[in-house]
């Protein structure tokens, strides 16, 4: 399906829901929506995939690693994790050793803190390069949830998260954003725990079982199901429909706009 089928798809739906009157119909006992946002609502994830892999693929290749970074990797050990926590993750998983060093360290090789930053910049490289917009029917879904007065909120390990939303014309559709930032502020552990979620549902006077998690990573429908939310809902981009649900999702969709017929 294209993207301006999908769209048009989606949009069609939407008004569908408003002419009926079903608006109020949407998921009935949850009243907040909390989004994940790379993979779910932006594409960036791909734009996060070929960061880690412009900086760890030379990295283990250099190090003589016994495996050659993959795509794999990316899903097993990096996605939905904070970004040093990713690191950390995958050189155990080759059994190398580096120091943690700082969070400030500059990009570069000889830390976690340092690799880290050197793949943060190489995603800031990327987004600058090609920008970013949301995927199809995303604006519409947002449109209609919000119509049914549904609280939205976007929780996300990264700490691009407020200037990828800007990019994609989509930070004024939140009343929260709890990103790397915030978390790293407020001392709450990244998924899979469910301390970033259990934060914004609270911040949104939400109980968590009043309240829907929409994640595309393993790591953050674990979180979802940790936090016992009353939605675990998970997209597939990739990891596969038998992982998410195997991680504790109620729901698997390909697409966001399905949440608008579930």
Partial sequence: MTEALTEA??????????EGDR????FPGIGAFLFDLDGVLTPTAELHRRAWAGTMAPFLAARAAPTAYSEDDYFRHI???????GVAALLESRGLRLPF???????????????????????????AD?????????????DALAGAGKRLAVVS????????????????????VVDGVLAAHEHLAGKPAPETYLYAAGRLGCAAGAAAVVEDAISGVE???????????????????????AAGADLVIDQLPELLAA
């Fill in 23 to 26: 608006l109020g119909e949407l």
């Fill in 157 to 176: 390990s990264s700490k691009n998260a407020v200037p990828v939303l800007a990019a994609a014309g989509l930070i004024d559709r939140f009343e929260l």
């Fill in 101 to 127: 060093g700082s969070i400030a360290d500059p990009p570069g090789d000889g830390s976690i803190g340092a690799l880290g930053n050197r793949k943060n910049a190489e995603f800031a490289r990327l987004l």
């Fill in 9 to 18: 798809l989606t949009e069609a739906l939407a008004v569908a829901l408003v």
């Fill in 223 to 245: 979180a979802g199901r940790a936090g016992a939310f009353g939605l675990v809902v998970g997209l597939d981009r990739g990891v596969g429909r038998a992982a998410l649900t």
């Fill in 79 to 85: 996605d939905g994790k904070p970004r040093f926590e």
């Fill in 130 to 142: 090609g920008g970013v917009a949301p995927y199809p029917g995303t604006v519409a879904v947002l």
